[in-house]
């Protein structure tokens, strides 16, 4: 159940550069020192091991950066939100900052739940001369392959603009596709029988919602 002493701060940021090589642990704990070093007064769990209150929206895959990701920290003082950005902002590398900060409801949707659907563009070194969408894609989940249907989770049509691959995934209670296991089976399947596979420059979450 919320406390309602707290107050609960949703934070946007966008993760670029190298560190969208990290993988979400490390995200997570590179975001808990930006916390700790804006002095921010965030609050602690009970217990024998206290830890930071923070929650943190769904996870990206290795390489894939986002322009507008988020989490939640629960602080035991209101801080006005253009402040607590400017915290934020003067704690954080260029790579990792924060872009808008709000609060939120207590009793709203976790940070990790709240937002079911990513957007995605990936630019390819090549364009595609058609976009072919596989109806199954394969993953590897725990050491065994499994085949996941692209109708459960693909929102709406995938479109090529230029260079560019466009589309939508939702997650559901059952679970989720990866981004980039959809986009190497989109690009495998639409460039079959082409003398070169392009291949992706840059591959990013451009939204959530």
Same mark, same amino acid.
């Given at each position: ?9 949703? $934070?946007?940021?966008? #993760?670029?550069?190298?560190? =969208? ?10 975001? #808990?020192?930006? $916390? ?10 009970? %217990? ?16 894939? %950066? %986002? ?23 003067? /704690?954080?590398?260029?790579?990792? =900052?924060?872009? /808008? ?9 976790? =940070? ?5 659907? %990513?957007?995605?563009? @990936? ?31 693909? $929102? ?11 589309? /939508?995934? &939702? ?6 596709? &990866? ?14 029988? /082409?003398?070169?596979?392009?291949? @992706? ?9």
């Amino acid at each position: 159940m919320a406390d309602p002493r707290l107050f609960r701060l949703r $934070v946007r940021y966008a #993760e670029q550069g190298r560190l =969208a090589m990290l993988s979400h642990l490390e995200i997570t704990h590179a975001l #808990e020192r930006i $916390v700790r070093r804006s002095g921010l007064p965030f609050a602690l769990s009970q %217990g024998f091991s206290p830890h930071m209150k923070i929650a943190f929206g769904p996870a990206l895959p290795v390489g894939v %950066g %986002g322009l507008d990701e988020v989490f939640d920290i629960q602080l035991t003082a209101y801080i006005a939100p253009d402040k607590a950005l400017s915290a934020l902002q003067g /704690a954080s590398p260029a790579d990792l =900052a924060p872009h /808008a900060c709000a609060y939120v409801e207590p009793s709203a949707d976790a =940070a990790s739940v709240a937002f079911p659907v %990513g957007t995605y563009e @990936v630019t390819l070194d090549a364009p595609l001369a058609h976009l072919s969408v596989p109806d199954e894609v394969s993953v590897m989940r725990k050491g065994k392959e499994k085949v996941l249907s692209t109708a459960d989770y693909l $929102v709406g049509a995938p479109r090529l603009e230029g260079q560019r691959l466009i589309f /939508a995934l &939702r997650s559901t209670q059952a679970g989720s596709m &990866r981004a980039d296991a959809f986009a190497d089976a989109c690009i495998q399947l639409s460039a079959r029988g /082409a003398d070169d596979m392009p291949k @992706v420059i840059t591959f990013m979450r451009i939204s959530l919602g």
